[in-house]
């Protein structure tokens, strides 16, 4: 297990990995079709997009959660 103090890095590079997995999985398919090389294209794009995607959430996150708790209500 992963110490506490990690989470906040763990829940960006898990968020950022999986974002980017997605979107760039929908991007490769709909720009260059289902074939034999969607795959690797896919990783190829990806990865990449991981490397943007990680530390734009780190850098977003903080923002992204002061605007949430401005737009909930308090109970």
């Known amino acids: ?10 829940f960006s590079l898990i968020l950022s990995g999986l974002m980017s997995l997605l979107v760039s999985g929908i ?11 969607t ?3 896919w990783l190829s794009a990806w990865l990449p ?3 943007v995607a990680f530390p734009s959430v780190m850098e ?3 923002l992204t ?10 109970d």
Request: proline share 5%; no cysteine.
């Open 1 to 10: 297990m992963i110490p506490k103090k990690y989470a906040q890095l763990m």
């Open 27 to 37: 991007t490769t398919v709909r720009t260059a079709g289902l074939h034999d090389q």
């Open 39 to 41: 795959l690797g294209l």
């Open 49 to 51: 997009a991981w490397m």
């Open 60 to 62: 977003v996150a903080p």
């Open 65 to 74: 959660q002061k605007l949430v708790a401005m737009l909930v209500r308090k």
